[in-house]
């Protein structure tokens, strides 16, 4: 165990990175047509932030995804996700019916933190179609968190364990086989589990929610999930 003083450090500089993070997601303004990149050597990837992230805040994860050769895609329409789960995963259902995305080759989802709860969502009631392949969720609050209970936010308080919602996706296991869930080794935001029963868990030792993103231990880990994705003779 960390020194609980060595903790709070971490804990702090994490917080100035998402600050920061924040701060540039606002003073860039609309966002640009989509671009998906990549040399088409990859997969589809759909990327879903957190709560009260927009898809910029995921820029660092983003642009190793694209070197990776990855076409990467986002939901401007989730804004900075402070709606329900099940709304936004309706949100990005739609989305992908709109731009036809997974119909040419394998579609995977990458979510953080509330984003990975809505690529289960995805998983476990809009996926009659088989279209997503695989989700790859990070620092994801699967038995929700505890701290939760302390912040006076409807977007925040659904993620305290035994909520309605993280009962339902819960019970869904049959779709954890489809999922990479991968965590800080310490995540100050999530004092809980993110893992699932019969889904892979991969474990970055570093401290922090939302730093870890910049990790390029992380974004080895999230590139190597999708490998498989990608592998040639793969339909």
């Not at 990837?45 to 820029?59: A, C, D, H, M, T």
């Not at 570093?206 to 999230?222: C, E, M």
Request: some cysteine.
């Amino acid at each position: 165990m960390l020194p609980r003083a060595a903790v709070l450090a971490w804990a702090c500089a994490d917080w100035w990175y998402a600050l920061r993070w924040e701060l540039r997601s606002l003073r860039r303004g609309a966002p640009p047509p989509e671009a998906p990149g990549g040399d088409g050597s990859g997969v589809a990837v759909l990327l879903v932030p957190g709560v009260f992230e927009s898809w910029r805040f995921l820029q660092p994860l983003t642009e190793a995804l694209r070197a990776g050769g990855h076409r990467v895609h986002v939901v401007d329409a989730l804004g900075f996700n402070g709606g329900g789960i099940p709304e936004a995963a309706l949100a990005v259902r739609r989305h992908v019916d709109e731009q036809g995305l997974g119909l040419d080759g394998p579609l995977a989802v990458v979510g953080h933190s509330k984003g990975g709860l809505i690529g289960k969502q995805l998983l476990a009631h809009h996926d009659d179609d088989g279209r997503f392949q695989h989700l790859v969720a990070v620092n994801t609050p699967f038995s929700g968190s505890a701290l939760a209970r302390w912040v006076p936010l409807r977007a925040v308080r659904v993620f305290a364990p035994g909520g309605q919602v993280l009962r339902e996706l819960a019970a869904r296991e049959d779709v954890n086989r489809a999922i990479t869930s991968i965590s800080s080794r310490v995540d100050p935001n999530v004092p809980g589990s993110s893992r699932l029963p019969g889904a892979r868990h991969v474990t970055i030792d570093t401290v922090g929610h939302f730093r870890v993103l910049a990790d390029p231990r992380l974004q080895a880990a999230v590139l190597e999930a999708l490998a498989a994705l990608s592998a040639p003779g793969r339909p």
